[in-house]
């Protein structure tokens, strides 16, 4: 088996040109701490339960294009973040699996608390505990804000 490659800095990862970018299925990892998250109104899309595909309303009901047909929905995260380390900054955006891996919370839970909180910025309070919290990030977990 090939051994994983050491973890980039985000100077280096920031410097690689879009023709030099890994492609999905490629590794790249890095070690970065949260700074800043973007926009915590607009942090899940709902999502197609049989294939994860953003779907959009239909006559009020859920549509999957994809699919071709009507469905249920699950809330997926999509969140745009920057991520600081030695070397410097970078904004990402950290797909379900890595925004589950930071907040401890599925997308749908965090939705819930926020629902539940008559008015409290809970998803702002929420966030602001995990910033400046160090992830080990790999590439199947986010993409790239250019």
């Known amino acids: 088996s090939t051994a994983a490659a050491p973890p980039m800095t985000l100077a280096a990862i920031a410097g690689l040109g879009v023709d030099t970018l890994p492609q999905d299925g490629q590794p790249i990892s890095f070690v970065a701490s949260v700074h800043f998250i973007t926009n915590s109104r607009l942090m899940w899309y709902n999502a197609c339960v049989g294939c994860n595909k953003k779907v959009q309303l239909a006559q009020g009901e859920p549509y999957c294009q994809n699919c071709n047909k009507q469905t249920q929905v699950i809330q997926k995260y999509i969140m745009r ?5 030695h070397s410097g900054t ?3 955006n950290l797909f379900d699996k890595a925004a589950k891996q ?3 919370k599925s997308a749908a839970e965090l939705k819930e608390m926020n629902a539940d909180a008559e008015g409290e910025d809970t998803i702002g309070q929420t966030l ?15 993409g790239f804000c250019r």
Do not use: P
């Open 128 to 142: 602001n505990e995990f910033l400046q919290n160090k992830l080990f990030m790999e590439r199947d977990c986010f």
């Open 81 to 85: 973040v920057e991520m600081v380390d």
């Open 90 to 92: 970078l904004y990402i």
């Open 102 to 104: 930071l907040l401890g």
